[in-house]
């Protein structure tokens, strides 16, 4: 590098994107000394959240993996139980199914939009029903933002009269049939992690279908504390709440979150557009009734190219690039856990790439990232 050009700063795959508005609620909170995990802005947040997606009953959490872990519970998720889960995702989808002492069955993705497979779901139901296992939910994904093909999903298990948790994580601002994912199954839950579309720093909420298990949520997660004015507990806690101070962050975040997806669409689109002319990529495909956020933009290289390669090549021109989820029946973690489907997943592993997909990637940058890629696509091996 000429010594006059500035050195270039990072690209990261997805960083927190502020408006600027997160610290006005921020300091609201410590202008009345609400430094808690109760406040104006829990509340709030949580009606603002409701407003978005369309559902009231909503409950704002430490994690989504907090507020998955409650949906569990809610469902009566206990030891000896059966869980369906997607395999093709985070381990955070499956580790409630543990922490509740159940046994996670793994589902296999379709190739379209690498979302659960119907038919994989319904062997795994039929097969799950003649050995006697007790399925008491299915968690389902929205990969990277993508909407799962609901219709198909939800209609096979409503007939095993099986519910539905949906793990909208990363899928806040994906719309299914025009409505808000998450909301569609028994229950959904949402992230703010920090890399996610929008963030409290860290944070998740709930998203349930009846207000008793909304209140019944916020019971289980603020210790279980009986309505006596002493301490009484007959049903284990969880300590889950949300804080006040980082409600005050999602509640400036909410504000932006069309303008946030609007963005992640475009870039995914500048992507698929600039990279169609020059490789033969594959994409994650909508279904016909599904808009997805975009949060990640995720390609297959063709086949023969070594996704790791690519990314560290990208890694030392100063962009971070991600390989796709590991599934979750090859993890060692998971090992011993039963799975329905074929090598989908596992192909979707060796073949895929996510690419830088922030809010905040400038033209140019994206333009630089694309220029430092292409030729790492057009090499042998
Ligand atoms: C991020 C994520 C989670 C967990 O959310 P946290 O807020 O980090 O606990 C769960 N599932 C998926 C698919 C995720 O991407």
């Known amino acids: 590098m000429h010594p006059t050009q500035a050195i270039r700063p990072m690209i990261w795959l997805s960083p927190p994107h502020l408006s600027g ?199 289980l997660a603020t210790q279980a504390k009986d309505p006596v004015p002493y301490f009484s507990h007959s049903t284990l806690g969880y300590n889950y709440r949300m804080s006040n101070i980082c409600a005050g962050i999602g509640r400036g975040q909410l504000e932006v979150l069309p303008q946030r997806v609007n963005r992640r669409r475009q870039i995914f689109e500048y992507y698929r557009r600039v990279l169609k002319a020059e490789v033969s990529l594959g994409f994650q495909n909508e279904p016909s009734l599904g808009y997805s956020n975009r949060w990640l933009t995720a390609v297959r290289l063709m086949p023969g190219v070594d996704p790791e390669r690519v990314r560290q090549g990208l890694w030392s021109a100063g962009i971070e690039a991600r390989r796709v989820w590991k599934p979750l029946h090859l993890q060692p973690l998971y090992k011993d856990a039963g799975y329905v489907g074929g090598e989908v997943g596992a192909t979707l592993f060796e073949e895929g790439l996510c690419l830088p997909s922030g809010s905040s990637l400038s033209p140019e940058d994206q333009e630089y990232v694309v220029s430092k890629l292409l030729p790492l696509l057009k090499e042998e091996g």
């Open 21 to 219: 508005r997160e610290a006005h609620f921020v300091k609201e909170a410590f202008d009345w000394n609400w430094v808690a995990p109760v406040g104006p802005n829990i509340d709030f947040f949580e009606v603002e959240l409701g407003q978005y997606v369309g559902k009231p009953t909503v409950v704002a959490a430490s994690s989504g993996t907090a507020a998955l872990h409650l949906a569990l519970m809610l469902l009566g998720v206990g030891s000896g139980d059966s869980v369906i889960c997607s395999s093709l995702t985070f381990v955070a989808s499956a580790n409630p199914i543990l922490y509740q002492g159940a046994y996670p069955l793994f589902v296999d993705s379709e190739p379209d939009g690498w979302n659960m497979c119907p038919e994989a779901l319904e062997t795994a139901l039929r097969k799950s029903v003649a050995v006697g296992w007790r399925i008491k939910a299915v968690v389902l994904v929205h990969l990277y933002g993508m909407p799962a093909n609901m219709q198909e999903l939800l209609s096979i298990c409503e007939r095993y009269g099986v519910p539905v948790i949906e793990d909208a994580a990363e899928a806040l601002g994906s719309r299914y049939a025009d409505r808000a994912v998450g909301t569609l199954g028994a229950m959904g839950i949402y992230s703010f992690n920090g890399n996610k579309i929008i963030t409290t720093s860290a944070g998740g909420a709930l998203i349930t279908a009846t207000s008793e298990q909304m209140s019944r949520a916020k019971y």
